[in-house]
């Protein structure tokens, strides 16, 4: 009888205890292998989403990859997951992948973009709105079109326009650099009151700092609505499987255009910091940080929103 009533006296004193944290990821979660491409956009949401992992114990590495060796990583296991998967730009990376398994789309992360040709305002306002209207300013184009990192399947929708001949411009070129080497061009061109025919995409703050003019007619290569997009979260075969709790925190994440924009000014205009700006929009905006968290856990099993607020200072 005795042995019964301490038995339950234990059992009664352990009720009395806080629940126990639900058990912990394996070690070999604990690095988050990403990518980016060297856009600002992926840059701020790469740092939005590291700063959280940090606060939950896992230790963010990121890669500057190009886009086709970005899948391929993701394809060989040598990426875990990847914030910049642009729709339907990037689908002939995608598909083929998710076919055979080897790739996962999470789930979208940002909407209500658009990723087409754009001119400056001054350029549409001497006419040139349109695709079609671009051959017959040729030489005041010098037959040019500026596009980000080679590779990049925006920079080879152009291509394609090229080798078709489509509009008229089987004679012009397309000069390959980086977003930032693309917009050191448009700003000379700008102050010159050149003209110049460039990718252009939101969120960035290009739309804010230029007056710009996205072209139509674009529809064949850059998809309608003036190249109306979506980026989608991806990664690779089993992790959510093997490190569920990042796996839930992927599904989860998401950003909006002007959370984007002001963190990606504030690093190309202010030289700040990606990190530094990516927490002022984390401090900002809890209620989004806290639907990112909903059924997740530190990696050692604790209590995620703690420990993110925590880390935050809210």
Excluded at 68 to 77: H, S, V
Excluded at 172 to 178: R, T
């Amino acid at each position: 009888m005795k042995h019964v009533l301490g038995c339950l006296a234990i059992a009664a004193s352990a009720a009395l205890l806080p629940a126990v944290a639900t058990a912990a990821e394996p070690a070999s979660c604990k690095t988050i292998r990403m990518s980016d491409p060297g856009w600002t956009d992926i840059t701020s949401t790469n740092a939005m989403f590291g700063i959280v992992a940090d606060a939950l114990g896992y230790k963010q590495k990121v890669d500057s990859l190009a886009v086709p060796i970005t899948f391929q990583a993701l394809k060989n296991g040598q990426l875990d997951a990847f914030l910049g998967n642009w729709m339907p730009a990037q689908a002939h990376f995608v598909e083929p992948l998710e076919k055979t398994g080897d790739l996962v789309s999470v789930h979208t992360n940002l909407q209500g973009i658009r990723f087409t040709l754009a001119v400056p305002a001054y350029v549409a306002d001497a006419g040139v709105k349109n695709f079609a209207d671009l051959a017959k300013n040729a030489d005041k184009f010098e037959k040019t079109f500026y596009g980000i990192e080679p590779g990049a399947p925006a920079n080879q929708h152009i291509q394609e326009m090229i080798t078709a001949k489509e509009f008229g411009l089987g004679d012009w070129k397309l000069v390959e650099s980086s977003e930032q080497g693309m917009l050191s061009q448009v700003e000379r061109a700008e102050r010159a009151k050149k003209w110049i025919v460039f990718l252009a995409w939101e969120p960035h703050p290009m739309n804010t700092k230029y007056k710009l003019t996205y072209l139509a007619g674009g529809d064949k290569y850059f998809g309608p609505n003036f190249g109306a997009a979506m980026v989608n979260t991806v990664e690779r075969k089993n992790y959510e499987k093997e490190c569920p709790n990042v796996g839930k925190l992927l599904s989860q994440v998401t950003f909006n255009v002007d959370m984007e924009n002001t963190i990606m000014s504030q690093i190309l205009d202010d030289n700040a910091d990606p990190k530094k700006a990516a927490m002022k929009q984390l401090k900002a905006n809890p209620k989004l940080v806290d639907s990112w968290l909903e059924g997740v856990t530190t990696m050692d099993g604790g209590d995620a929103k703690a420990a993110v607020h925590k880390a935050l200072g809210l």
